[in-house]
C-alpha cells in the first residue's frame, strides 16, 4: 500500500475516485457475506461476476438495494476517541508514546464491511507523524506517514489504496504523535456498508 497523498495535489476526479472504489468494495464484499443486494453507481464493472458468483447480489442503475455504504462515523462506528458522540477527537497526546485510537476490540458485526483510505485534521498544529491500520492486534494493514501532508499545509491525506475489514474483523488504528498535545481533531476518512436501515444515528 502507497502511502497517503495531499488532497491538494489531487483533482476533484481522482478524490471520488479513491472513494468510489473503496464504496464499491464494501459494498460488494458485504453482498457476497450476507447475499443481500446491492446498487452500484456507474453500473456494472469488472468486479461485479466475483460477487455475483460468491452469492451476491447486485442491481445496475435502477432497482432497490438492501444495503448502503456510508461515511464512516467516529463514535457510531469505531467508538473512537475521548468522547461518547460522534466527533473526532483524541485523549491527550504524549511525544513519541503510540495511541490506541480505535480498538482493541472493535468488531464489526456479522453484516458490516468497511475501509479507511485517508486521514485529516480539524487542527492547526497537527502532532500525529504516523498512523498504523490493524486487523486485529498484530496485522498491519497500512502505516502512513502523515508529516508530508502537514508540511503541505494541507488538512487531509488520500491513499490510492484503501484498508478493508470484512464481517466480524477487528478495527485496530494507532497514532503516533511526534509533540505532545491536550487533543487533536484527527479525521479517519472511511466508508462502511450495512443492511439499509440498520445503521444507528446515536449508540
Not at 498544529?125 to 508540511?151: F, N
Not at 490510492?160 to 481533531?185: C, H, K, T
Amino acid at each position: 500500500m502507497r502511502g497517503l497523498r495531499p488532497a491538494s495535489h489531487l483533482s476533484t476526479q481522482e478524490i471520488d475516485a479513491v472513494v468510489e472504489a473503496a464504496e464499491r468494495a464494501v459494498l460488494i464484499e458485504c453482498s457476497r457475506r450476507t447475499g443481500k443486494t446491492i446498487f452500484l453507481k456507474g453500473g456494472m464493472g469488472s468486479d461485479v461476476p466475483q460477487a455475483l458468483i460468491a452469492g451476491g447480489k447486485v442491481v445496475g442503475r435502477s432497482g432497490e438495494a438492501e444495503l448502503v455504504a456510508r461515511v464512516l462515523l467516529p463514535d457510531t462506528d469505531l467508538n473512537a476517541g475521548a468522547v461518547a458522540y460522534d466527533q473526532w477527537l483524541t485523549a491527550a497526546l504524549v511525544a513519541a508514546t503510540e495511541y490506541q485510537y480505535v480498538g482493541p476490540a472493535l468488531q464489526l458485526r456479522t453484516d458490516q464491511v468497511a475501509a479507511i483510505y485517508g486521514v485529516g485534521t480539524l487542527d492547526a498544529a497537527p502532532h500525529v507523524g504516523r498512523v498504523r491500520l490493524l486487523t486485529g492486534t498484530s496485522v498491519v494493514m497500512a502505516a502512513w506517514d502523515t508529516t508530508p501532508i502537514w508540511a503541505a499545509q494541507d488538512t487531509l491525506g488520500y491513499a490510492d489504496e484503501f484498508a478493508m475489514w470484512s464481517v466480524q474483523e477487528n478495527i485496530n488504528v494507532w497514532l503516533m504523535p511526534y509533540a505532545a498535545s491536550a487533543g487533536e481533531r484527527f479525521i479517519l476518512l472511511g466508508v462502511i456498508a450495512e443492511p439499509k436501515g440498520t445503521g444507528p444515528i446515536t449508540k
